[in-house]
Antibody, heavy 123, light 108 residues
């Protein structure tokens, strides 16, 4: 069974940093692109960032470009999101999601998703 | 950036009825459209990808259609567990993968 478990969320002051992790199991991690998607409280879904299976292709939403960095460690079956210069509008539940198809291009569908980790940016 | 507009915002129906949800793209996305279901307190779940392909384990009452700019998710006969929020997503013009704002399907 595929499992994605996010961690690292919490309460952080504006301007500070936070690093999210996503531990993956139940599939060959280094065969799949991975993504981060966030959902502000009571709002819709917003794609944040994605990384190809070999880290050769990476993309960011304009809202986080230059502040967030996605990375992965295939030896540890883990996905990361380094978030710097956090703003109040970054407050959200952050999901990691696996690409649907192995060895597919980075712009693949998301299946499945983890349960998310909550990031709250407030002074 | 491609904008996806979902309609209606809220749909009120009874179990057993047919649900039709719409997603319109600001420019053609070919067939690069997916539908997700999200229940309260849960992560989204992939229902339909590439406009009309059901994901693994998705019941046959869910179907998707459309291409270009106009897409439809149809639930042929609503079950109690189908009442949720539904999002469409495109991947034609990446980055970003954009989502629609969602349609809330509620019990009438």
């Amino acid at each position: 069974e595929v499992q994605l478990v996010e961690s690292g969320g919490g309460l952080v002051q504006p301007g500070r940093s936070l690093r999210l992790s996503c531990a993956a199991s139940g599939f060959t991690f280094d065969d799949y692109a991975m993504h981060w998607v966030r959902q502000a409280p009571g709002k819709g879904l917003e794609w944040v960032s994605g990384i190809s299976w070999n880290s050769g292709s990476i993309g960011y939403a304009d809202s986080v470009k230059g502040r967030f960095t996605i990375s992965r460690d295939n030896a540890k079956n883990s996905l990361y999101l380094q978030m710097n210069s956090l703003r109040a509008e970054d407050t959200a539940l952050y999901y990691c999601a696996k690409a649907l198809v192995e060895m597919a291009t980075i712009e693949d569908w998301f299946d499945p998703w983890g349960q998310g980790t909550l990031v709250t940016v407030s002074s | 950036e491609i904008v996806l507009t979902q309609s209606p915002a809220t749909l009120s129906l009874s179990p057993g009825e047919r649900a039709t949800l719409s997603c319109r793209a600001s420019q053609s996305v070919s067939s690069y459209l997916a539908w997700y279901q999200q229940k309260p307190g849960q992560a989204p779940r992939l229902l339909i990808y590439d406009a009309s392909n059901r994901a693994t384990g998705i019941p046959a009452r869910f179907s998707g259609s459309g291409s270009g700019t106009d897409f439809t998710l149809t639930i042929s006969s609503l079950e109690p567990e189908d009442f949720a929020v539904y999002y469409c997503q495109q991947r034609s013009n990446w980055p970003p993968n954009t989502f629609g704002q969602g349609t809330r399907l509620e019990i009438k």
